[in-house]
């Protein structure tokens, strides 16, 4: 039955009866007398047993007849974190789903960029999940049209097609089923003592399990950030983004109980994919309590666990990105990386204005890189042939680095790439893959550490030692980094 296909029916109820916060996204609890739908921690009381029963995703809870609660909004919960740890078919399948392939390509492209058949991934998602691809979708649309409603001055008409509703009739009546209100009533219910954002600007809270640690989080991606591309204003981390339908640039900055967000899009359809990327870089759908209970029972790693709980590890909101820079990094420090980095994004990048800040570009293409001089490149020739090769290869589509790659082939492919080793394999699949159980074990910093706490420093030994802590070795490498004084660990003042 589909109340049982993600823990026991008895773990579910204590869960809710408890509020416990830590499961939210992990599954739904519906309501028979009711009809709605929650997330485990709703504060209401909770229902008697009897009346409860558990779904896997708000999709199916839609599909069988529920609607959204208004208290707790179950459609903004964290996502669950098996997408993001696993690299099965219906992982890898529910990562493009959050990524808009659906709504872009429909479902028969979805099967081909997962290799299956489209009656495979049916199958498979509607065993795991209790809905098809199609209704995975149209739950995200329909959270993507709340979050218009509540946040932005569009017109509704507006609404619905950037939210990607074939119609307005389609968008009414999907947000009426689902929220048990009208598209008006939503909105008038949302700003009741409120103020909206500015013309443009989406602003919205990005939920997380707790505990979150944003230190390293943030400190990596400003430390490393490409001028031009990234920066740190007033307390928030900029970045451009490349997306579908145009370009956008996001404002993030942590919060004791999530994530503020400000997005600003030259098209508002890029929306529930930017929200997505902007997830997947922060790691937000990560489950903290289940990593570090696993990497405590180290005692190495218990204390620095206890002091700084909740350790995120950075990701990227573009694949292919992080690949050159992965490459541009090798042997030369942070400063440098960042200087290849501009040079290439000054050169080849694509112009935008940035009225609130002082970003300049978008990170360029591979297509834009494919034509690249090597000669240009102020870095040793086997560098530069490293370089061209990678770029050459991901523009011609033969190495998968999106939402959708199959991690084990993706390593394979670049292994095969002259002059990318271990560093490198592991560095892209950890940020760039997002495989939880990627590991540097040659990193520099992760040796370092490593030597200081007491543990083996070479490379094969430490490795033999990281297997206990399988499969959070991602992790546990920004545990390690977390153990120097480097800029990567810290938020500017």
Same mark, same amino acid.
């Given at each position: 039955?589909?109340?049982?296909?993600?823990?026991?029916?008895?773990?579910?109820?204590?869960?809710?009866?408890? @509020?416990?916060?830590?499961?939210?996204?992990?599954?739904?609890?519906?309501?028979?007398?009711?009809?709605?739908?929650? #997330?485990?921690?709703? *504060?209401?009381?909770?229902? @008697?047993?009897?009346?409860?029963?558990?779904?896997?995703?708000?999709?199916?809870?839609?599909?069988?007849?529920?609607?959204?609660?208004?208290?707790?909004? *179950?459609?903004?919960?964290?996502?669950?974190?098996?997408?993001?740890?696993?690299?099965?078919?219906?992982? $890898?399948?529910?990562?493009?789903?959050?990524?808009?392939?659906?709504?872009?390509?429909?479902?028969?492209?979805?099967?081909?960029?997962?290799?299956?058949?489209?009656?495979?991934?049916?199958?498979?998602?509607?065993?795991?999940?209790?809905?098809?691809?199609?209704?995975?979708?149209?739950?995200?649309?329909?959270?993507?049209? #709340?979050?218009?409603?509540?946040?932005?001055?569009?017109?509704?008409?507006?609404?619905?097609?950037?939210?990607?509703?074939?119609?307005?009739?389609?968008?009414?009546?999907?947000?009426?089923?689902?929220?048990?209100?009208?598209?008006?009533?939503?909105?008038?219910?949302?700003?009741?003592?409120?103020?909206?954002?500015?013309?443009?600007?989406i602003s919205l809270r990005l939920p997380f399990r707790a505990p979150l640690t944003p230190d390293n989080l943030f400190g990596h991606?400003?430390?490393?950030?490409?001028?031009?591309?990234?920066?740190?204003?007033?307390?928030?981390?900029? #970045?451009?983004?490349?997306? *579908?339908?145009?370009?956008?640039?996001?404002?993030? @900055? *942590?919060?004791?109980?999530?994530?503020?967000?400000?997005?600003?899009?030259?098209?508002?359809?890029?929306?529930?994919?930017?929200?997505?990327?902007?997830?997947?870089?922060?790691?937000?759908?990560?489950?903290?309590?289940?990593?570090?209970?696993?990497?405590?029972?180290?005692?190495?790693?218990?204390?620095?666990?206890?002091?700084?709980?909740?350790?995120?590890?950075?990701?990227?909101?573009?694949?292919?990105?992080?690949?050159?820079?992965?490459?541009?990094?090798?042997?030369?420090?942070?400063?440098?990386?960042?200087?290849?980095?501009?040079?290439?994004? #000054?050169?080849?990048?694509?112009?935008?204005?940035?009225?609130?800040?002082?970003?300049?570009?978008?990170?360029?293409?591979?297509?834009?890189?494919?034509? =690249?001089?090597?000669?240009?490149?102020?870095?040793?020739?086997?560098?530069?042939?490293?370089?061209?090769?990678?770029?050459?290869?991901?523009?011609?589509?033969?190495?998968?680095?999106?939402?959708?790659?199959?991690?084990?082939?993706? $390593?394979?492919? =670049?292994?095969?790439?002259?002059?990318?080793?271990?560093?490198?394999?592991?560095?892209?699949?950890?940020?760039?893959?997002?495989?939880?159980?990627?590991?540097?074990?040659?990193?520099?910093?992760?040796?370092?550490?490593?030597?200081?706490?007491?543990?083996?420093?070479?490379?094969?030994?430490?490795?033999?030692?990281?297997?206990?802590?399988?499969?959070?070795?991602?992790?546990?490498?920004?545990?390690?980094?977390?153990?120097?004084?480097?800029?990567?660990? @810290?938020?500017?003042?």
């Open positions: 039955m589909l109340e049982d296909v993600y823990e026991c029916r008895e773990r579910c109820v204590r869960a809710v009866q408890s @509020k416990d916060a830590r499961f939210d996204g992990w599954f739904f609890t519906a309501v028979l007398t009711t009809k709605i739908y929650c #997330r485990p921690s709703c *504060p209401v009381a909770p229902p @008697k047993v009897e009346n409860m029963r558990f779904y896997p995703s708000a999709a199916a809870a839609q599909q069988a007849g529920f609607r959204a609660c208004k208290r707790c909004r *179950p459609d903004a919960s964290p996502g669950s974190p098996e997408w993001n740890h696993r690299a099965d078919l219906v992982a $890898r399948a529910m990562r493009l789903i959050a990524d808009g392939v659906v709504d872009r390509d429909g479902v028969p492209g979805l099967a081909t960029q997962l290799g299956y058949s489209v009656r495979q991934v049916q199958r498979q998602l509607q065993a795991e999940l209790g809905a098809g691809p199609l209704a995975l979708a149209r739950a995200q649309r329909a959270q993507t049209a #709340r979050l218009l409603i509540e946040t932005s001055e569009l017109q509704m008409a507006d609404v619905a097609f950037a939210a990607g509703f074939s119609s307005v009739r389609t968008f009414n009546e999907t947000v009426q089923e689902v929220f048990a209100l009208a598209p008006t009533e939503l909105r008038t219910r949302a700003r009741k003592g409120t103020t909206t954002a500015a013309p443009g600007t991606l400003i430390a490393t950030g490409v001028p031009g591309v990234e920066e740190w204003r007033d307390g928030h981390y900029r #970045r451009t983004l490349r997306l *579908p339908h145009g370009h956008g640039v996001v404002a993030l @900055k *942590p919060m004791p109980d999530h994530i503020a967000c400000q997005l600003s899009l030259t098209d508002q359809r890029d929306l529930a994919i930017a929200i997505s990327r902007c997830r997947r870089m922060l790691d937000l759908d990560a489950d903290p309590v289940a990593v570090d209970d696993l990497l405590s029972t180290d005692p190495v790693l218990a204390p620095l666990i206890a002091k700084a709980p909740g350790r995120r590890v950075p990701h990227t909101v573009d694949g292919e990105e992080f690949a050159v820079r992965a490459v541009l990094g090798q042997q030369v420090s942070t400063a440098a990386a960042r200087t290849h980095a501009h040079r290439l994004v #000054r050169q080849h990048g694509e112009p935008i204005e940035d009225a609130a800040g002082g970003l300049t570009h978008l990170f360029p293409t591979m297509q834009a890189l494919a034509g =690249l001089d090597p000669e240009t490149l102020a870095f040793p020739k086997s560098r530069r042939t490293t370089l061209t090769t990678l770029i050459a290869t991901l523009a011609a589509g033969e190495i998968e680095l999106g939402a959708g790659a199959d991690w084990e082939r993706a $390593r394979e492919q =670049l292994t095969a790439l002259p002059g990318i080793g271990p560093w490198t394999v592991e560095s892209i699949a950890m940020r760039a893959l997002g495989d939880p159980d990627a590991f540097v074990a040659s990193d520099l910093g992760v040796r370092y550490a490593a030597r200081d706490l007491g543990l083996p420093e070479a490379p094969k030994p430490l490795t033999d030692h990281a297997r206990a802590w399988r499969p959070w070795r991602a992790y546990a490498v920004q545990y390690l980094w977390a153990t120097g004084d480097h800029a990567i660990n @810290k938020i500017p003042e």
